[in-house]
């Protein structure tokens, strides 16, 4: 029987993500300590905000967080000032970052540097500059570094296995020629309204305002319609597929953001005036339909001519991103050994707990690794 070991877990970021994986990493906390061979004790011991942190100077497990944190006075630590409150915990440490910080994502090189392990959703650390990309896996135990380990699998489709599918194609030696798919939950929903296989479908201002008043996009919808959110999936795919993509800004992305409303001064002013454009959207799907197809919102990276795309494409209807429903993402795998068929991947790529469950499934990962 191997002697019980404790692992020391900081969490920044409680919100819609970060809120399911504290109720997720109970459950694993509660599981692990139960291991009868060899027994794991999860120590939350950092938990922040955006405004407030929660700790204590003797690493002191954080057992009543909601409370606790509520309750507490004390500022977040800013990324520096963490890394070394961390790097003097008696035990292994876990960074989580549930944010979408473009500071921390910066600062993972010193976290792993230091030897502490990041698990994260957050897309801006792996599709940012290629530079910081460099420095995290130069950093890194799985990357040619010896510090602490990284894994993002939320990046991309949240609780989807998609970056950990397309790790195993390359390692075990096929190759890889061309992903395709719809990556994003907003924009899956969004065109499975406006222009659904069976034909018809709501006006393409409408089929916006729906998907906001369900919580689809995010609070000004042009920060989804702009392909950006796409844009960075891609970006992270080519550069595990070994393409040196520069940034998102480095390949074509088609907005669909009308010129014209660029500059409205918010979101709600945009969706106001949408509607006075919907006619050039109608005018797609109508063209498609004479074809026999549908309109989707797709991101593709053709592996071998190094070539990367976020736009409108068409498709038949019996196309398997055609028939996709509701919110779900759909990502298809062409390579040599599954030949003309693609290895897909679909389900759920968006939600709390699902996101949540790619983070913990992380973490579960990073344990073995730690033994």
Known sequence: MAPPRQVFIAVIGAGGVGKCFL?????LASKLSQSP?????????YLSTSKKALYHPDYKSLSNWESELHASDKPTLPPTNLADYLVKAPGKVVLVDNTSNQEIAESYPTFLSKGISVITPNKKAFSSSYALWRSIFTAASNGSGAGGWVFH?????????????LKELLETGDTVRKIEGVFSGTMSFLFNSFAPTSGGGAAFSAAVKTAKEKGFTEPDPRDDLNGLDVARKLTILARLAGLEIDSPAAFPVQSLIPAELEACADGDDFLARLPEFDDRMEKLKRDAEKEGKVVRFVGSVDVGKGEVKVGLEKFDTGHPIAALKGSDNIIAFYTQRYGDNPLIIQGAGAGGEVTAMGVTGDLVKVLRLLQ
């Open 153 to 165: 699998e939320s990046s991309v489709g949240a609780g989807l296995p998609v970056l950990s599918t």
């Open 37 to 45: 061979s060899s027994p794991t004790y999860l120590s939350l011991i």
């Open 23 to 27: 109720t997720q990493l109970q459950q």
